[in-house]
């Protein structure tokens, strides 16, 4: 069937996907102002994984759609037309194509099958509380013990884990080596004894991220991904990977279209000096997608992604957050209210919501690799300034 | 001359000497009496502040601290007020100090010396009774606009009867009544004393992000008897603008506490969290953003300087509102930044509710925007060097 | 379908590589024939440029890479022009390829394919003549504006009359004519060629800062005859906005020359530079500056990239204008950018004219504003957003 | 008749100074658009020199007007008012406070009533090709020579020493020592044999500063000025005096000035997206005009300024560059030409001249210590940030 749809033509194509959409994409669920939770977005999950669409970019052979990279992007770009919700994609996006590439047969066979199921639900298990930025020095470890590792420590910054039935995770399991050698990769069912998983309420109010705890965590030797004390490499390719992700103009795309429709509200649309400014970031958000569309190409012509991604990750995010601060200015005197706020004199239903996106724009720059990071990233990696 | 200037001299030196006690004895109360964990707990509450602390405050003297000494006040004018808001601010006590005692207790002495006027602020003074004001007419307004259009006062034989909706009250959730800003049919504008418990009173309430209140005020033909129209005309007009003004200068004040606040946290952060080894505070890029915050609350403390300064002696209306949107305009638009840098300084952490960096960005976000914001302002300050004559905005 | 596919993917590779021999020969060309020094050494000179080093370029067929084949040109499209405009712009010669081969040649180009067009190209392409468009009418234009209305030419039974003045012509100096744009007593516009030696044309120029011309062109009743109409009405229109388009494109395209020079200087210096006994590049704040011009030069990269090959397609005309304006908006700035704080990493040294960064920074300011500026052209890109429906500006 | 001005009332002092500048001060020199070289001053500061106002600041015992603190700001404010050019000042304002409290009476008697009479131009001899930012790696050295040092090597960076006849230098009296600690400061008679001054020509086309050359130059020891290998200290305190000068709101008001008439002869005083940037630069220039009046009075109050006055000049430069883009972007097509250009649509003469602002900008934030050291120093000495 996919490969049907990577015969059709564009339009008959997108035709296609919306008329899916149309039929099982729950109504109040478009154009979600927050992330969704699991119970939320479950149903509509359901329903793309009995049609065999949970995972548009995975070859047919493991239950993707194997969409060639155009009619991949035309999926997506319909999704967000839609206002189609994220689901939790940990498994799809980072999970899935990691155990494709890295994987054994075994790994490949247990796990590729539920992730398109629905019946597993994956987090991630990087960042620590003393290992942020300096991700190598994470101190969670992993002592052999017979067939099995014993996993003790804790991780946070972990985004919707109190959803998720499986943790990935890095791991210490050589104290003496240089910090980045003695790291593996492993894949840990969280409902495993030992395993507490407690959201952590942010300031936005929100509970997007959780701590995990993991008390002589038994993880079966059979979990782990690549070489031991290996880890260290998949990881990177996974955070190079995530740049991209993270890099998407689409959050800087529909933060803007926030911006329009409150300057519409707010009788905003001839004021020159919002417009300046709006014009200003709606150049740099078209040009961040002429930059995505370069590294995009080069994932469709299979070529590995550089160092030079995190530029993508960078000027996605402060893009962003300079589109909240814009948002948060125009709203004047309610930018103290959570929420969505009645618009102004009018009988009409519309409203406006400010903080939620100046919220989101905090973590944006500092998880995946903080914008610092990042720059010391770029800096000495593709501009090889010295150290 | 040279006497005189000796004398003023003197007097300036004994002023600052009671400044600074003033200081010492509020900080004192303040950290003492309102640690950082009252404010957290008080976030959400249905009041979002604690009316036992709002007595202990009229305890220590301080809601008569700008009244005048007929009505049981101090009139110890801005200098002294803006320690109190300081010492009260660096802990984050959610007490409507400034909505009450700076905006409204003004609106109400400078709209008259009554015997309503003076009933009013013996009883804010005294802790009977906490008035705010309510003059927006938009659930969100863009421009600074004092104004009263769609809430309108007319005339009947039992006194004044009164229609329509303010928003963004901000304190109105335990407020005992409102100074109310209306349009009469002549066209001219009013202030009038509306208490909370008059019949077609509804405070619609809804939390702010610092967990504390704003409310969506309906009046819906409520009846005033005449003596509550505090002032109408120009001399209306004026109160609620100086007051205005005032507040908007003694919220200043407030942001630049909470600009400290956060700066300290982060500098503590930046000289203590190690990262590849290092303090992060040796990272040249930290160092140089850690620098850029501190001129952007050194630029605010130096205008406050001045400003402050300036409330306390008569000047011309027109340029205590240049002053008073400056005030704001630096003071907002540098705490938003020191709260987004302070974030970023300290990562993850930052983004907990847990951590109590949050709960200074918070009332950072709440503070920056109440009556305006930086943006707003700076507009309100243009559009006033611009006024060369006739009346002002 | 999949063999058209493959087809036009082989036509796709086979351009490619005609591209990169075409950009190979060119860089080889520039770089030999015109090292720093000749830029250097045409500063302030008459034209402002070589005309003999013009007569290279019609050796090397360059001036005839956009023209129909048969006014002798070879119709090579956008995407090889701006392979020559790069070459040329990285070794800041200062011959006019932009303004005559780009601006004047299309400007006639899609003014019609009558006999006094074809002849106009073929001197063009022929190195006979160098043509540049007179459109301005502000001696400082603060918004894109392409409609004459002070520059006014009558019918006669001469021929034409034309008065008026025009502003900011650029390489007027060397100039042999100029495609004017003027209103016509209908009410349309049209473009018209005038040659330099025509009775009652005064070209008035001075210095840019990059010791290149700009000229006020005052025309007093110059006449000329009727086939010098080259357009009118919405094909004059069209023409010139076309033209224009194209030009800011391959100005664009010139910027990013010179942002990729400036940067290549800068992380030269920061490389080897000691201060404090470490290469300055090593002081992260000047790491972290330098990675966000990357990105500027990046994105105007990019952002050219679909621009340019867009530009080869016929497409509407308020996209491709959009383009344009989007083009040369990120290219100009990024350019000021790049300018700015390559001065700055550089110090003092990067501040003398000795230095070769200042010829950079000099083109740098004087292309960021030709045809207008980023600001002007951020402005444009919203107005013809905006326009959903009638003419566009 | 200084004693008489201090006891003058302040609208009565400012009546005097009017009087006098609109008597003796050149029609033609007010509001120059560029610093003015001795020639064309020269006979302007000859009348302040016969009046006795040559000095405002200095004390009356050394031929100053000795005004008192408010007074000398009245000073001040009414020149800029009047538009009076500044003066080759390096001698009034740098060696001459420097001779009155580190130099010997000698020292004194010989240099202070030459600067005062006009006769004696001096120039700063600092910064050297290899030395701009780490300024204390500097190499010309003075070689002791009997009664004198033999000076060699290479200054530049030095303001207007074309015009000078004397230069205050930093040179290396001792090799050996840690970097700081050799360093001496002398006065050296510019004409002098083994000099030689080449004015280097700018991007700008200007040539406001030059190279000193020093060649077996013979330099009496009697010229030191403090202690010999204490020369570091002294420039340190120059360097941070001369902060609060760099940092003065002047520059940035003069340039608001040059927008605020920009915009009324291109129309764009009621531009809404122009205004708001115009307002921002005017509020940032008043609040730094608030903070320079903090250390105007710690300085009247005879207090020393600490490294804090670092900010005045990092927010100084810095607001003032900001202000020189903003009169660049709204001088639309005429950005590329220097010099004044006739405003559009006018019979008026009025001009605008858009590229002085913004090419002076460029060296304000890189001499008297650029920007970056600027923040190293108030994160290091201010902040306490550790190393």
Redesign the interface.
Same mark, same amino acid.
């Given at each position: 069937m996919s490969q049907d749809l990577n015969s059709l033509d564009d339009e008959s194509f997108r035709r296609t996907v919306r008329a899916f959409f149309a039929e099982y994409y729950p109504e109040e669920l478009r154009f979600p102002k927050q992330r969704l939770r699991w119970a939320e977005v479950k149903p509509w999950f359901m329903a793309l994984s009995r049609k065999g669409w949970a995972a548009p970019g995975w070859p047919v052979q493991y239950g993707g759609m194997g969409l060639e990279p155009a009619k991949l992007i035309a999926f997506i770009e319909e999704q967000e037309k839609w206002g189609v919700a994220r689901t939790p994609d940990m498994g799809l996006t980072m999970v899935g194509p990691l155990l494709i590439r890295h994987g054994t047969e075994a790994q490949r066979s247990q796990y590729l099958p539920r992730i398109l199921a629905g019946e597993h639900i994956w987090a991630q298990g990087y960042?620590e509380?003393n290992a942020?930025?300096?991700l190598a020095?994470l101190r969670t470890e992993a002592v052999e013990d017979g067939s099995d590792f014993i996993v003790n420590g804790q991780k946070?910054?972990a985004t919707l884990a109190q959803d998720a039935t499986h943790i990935f995770l890095l791991a210490r399991t050589e104290k003496s080596a240089k910090k980045q050698e003695g790291i593996s990769f492993l894949l840990v069912d969280a409902t495993s004894p030992g395993i507490s998983v407690r959201p =952590?309420?942010?300031? *936005? %109010?929100g509970e997007d991220?959780c701590e995990i705890f993991f008390e002589n965590v038994r993880v079966p030797q059979a979990n782990l991904v690549g070489e031991r004390n290996g880890g260290w490499k998949i990881a990177k390719e996974l955070l190079t990977f995530e740049r991209i992700f993270l890099g998407s103009p689409k959050q800087s795309q529909y933060a803007l279209a926030r911006v329009r429709e409150a300057c519409a509200l707010?009788?905003?649309e001839r004021d020159a000096?919002v417009q300046d400014r709006l014009t200003q970031l709606e150049l740099d958000a078209a040009d961040l997608n002429a930059l995505y569309g370069r590294f995009v190409q080069q994932v469709k012509r299979g070529e590995a992604l550089g160092p030079d991604v995190s530029m993508l990750k960078l000027w996605g995010t402060e893009t962003f957050?300079r589109i909240a601060?814009l948002l948060?200015? =125009?709203? %004047?005197? *309610? %930018?103290?209210?959570?929420?969505d =706020?009645?618009?102004?004199?009018?009988d009409s239903e519309e409203a406006?919501n400010v903080?939620t996106s100046?919220y989101n724009a /905090?973590?944006a720059?500092?998880?995946g690799g903080?914008?610092?990071i990042q /720059?010391n990233i770029l800096a000495g990696q593709v501009l090889s300034l010295p150290n | 001359?040279t006497a005189m200037h000796a004398d003023s001299e003197a007097s300036r030196l004994e002023k600052a000497e009671d400044l600074r006690q003033l200081r010492e004895s509020a900080e004192d109360f303040a950290s003492r009496a309102s640690p950082l964990v009252r404010a957290r707990g008080l976030r959400g509450t249905a009041l979002g502040y604690d009316r036992a602390f709002w007595d202990a405050l009229v305890e220590q003297g301080w809601t008569g601290l700008l009244a005048p000494q007929e009505c049981g006040g101090f009139a110890q004018g801005f200098a002294a007020a803006a320690v109190i808001v300081d010492a009260l601010a660096m802990q984050l006590a959610p007490e409507p100090f400034v909505p009450a005692v700076v905006f409204a207790g003004r609106a109400i002495e400078l709209s008259g010396g009554g015997p309503v006027h003076a009933e009013l602020l013996q009883d804010l003074v005294g802790g009977k009774s906490i008035p705010v004001v309510a003059f927006?007419e938009?659930?969100?307004?863009?421009?600074v606009d004092l104004t009263p259009r769609t809430v309108r006062a007319e005339k009947f034989s039992g006194g004044w009867r009164i229609s329509g909706t303010k928003?963004?009250v901000r304190a109105a959730a335990g407020a005992d009544g409102f100074v109310v800003s209306a349009s009469l049919p002549t066209g001219s504008q009013s202030l009038f004393w509306v208490p909370v418990a008059s019949a077609g009173v509804a405070v619609e309430s809804?939390?702010?992000? +610092?967990g504390g209140d704003?409310a969506t005020l309906a009046l819906d033909g409520v009846v005033v008897p005449d003596r509550h129209l505090l002032s109408q005309g120009s001399r209306a007009e004026e109160a609620l603008t100086r007051a205005f003004d005032e507040a908007l200068v003694m919220t200043s004040v407030e942001l630049l506490a909470i600009q400290r606040a956060m700066f300290a946290m982060s500098?503590d952060y930046?000289?203590n969290r190690v990262?590849?080894g290092?303090?992060? @505070?040796?990272?040249?890029?930290?160092?140089?953003r850690?620098? +850029?915050l501190?001129?952007q609350k050194?630029?605010?403390a130096?205008?406050l @300087?001045?400003i402050v300064e300036r409330l306390d002696h008569e000047g011309a209306p027109r340029m205590r509102s240049r002053d008073a949107s400056?005030a704001k305009?630096?003071a907002a638009a540098a705490a938003?930044q020191i709260a987004?840098d302070s974030?970023?300084f300290h990562?993850?952490? @930052?983004?907990? +509710?847990?951590f109590d960096l949050?709960l200074y #960005?918070?009332r950072t976000? #709440?503070?920056?925007?109440?009556?305006?914001?930086?943006?707003?302002h700076?507009?309100r300050?243009?559009a006033l +060097?611009n006024v060369t004559e006739g009346a002002q905005a």
């Open positions: 960042s509380p942020g930025s300096d020095s946070t910054w =952590i309420r942010n300031i *936005a %109010g991220f707010l009788g905003l000096g957050s601060d948060l200015d =125009i709203t %004047g005197t *309610a %930018g103290g209210l959570p929420g =706020i009645p618009a102004p004199a009018g406006i903080l100046f /905090r973590p720059t500092i998880y903080s914008s610092e /720059r | 001359m927006e938009q659930s969100i307004a863009t421009a928003f963004n809804r939390q702010t992000t +610092d704003s500098l930046l000289r990262q590849f290092r303090p992060i @505070g040796s990272f040249q890029t930290l160092q140089h850690a620098v +850029d501190l001129i050194e630029l605010t130096a205008a @300087g001045e400056r305009a630096r938003v987004k974030v970023q990562g993850a952490i @930052g983004y907990t +509710d847990e949050g #960005v918070q976000i #709440v503070l920056s925007a109440w009556l305006g914001n930086a943006w707003m700076r507009r300050f243009a +060097d």
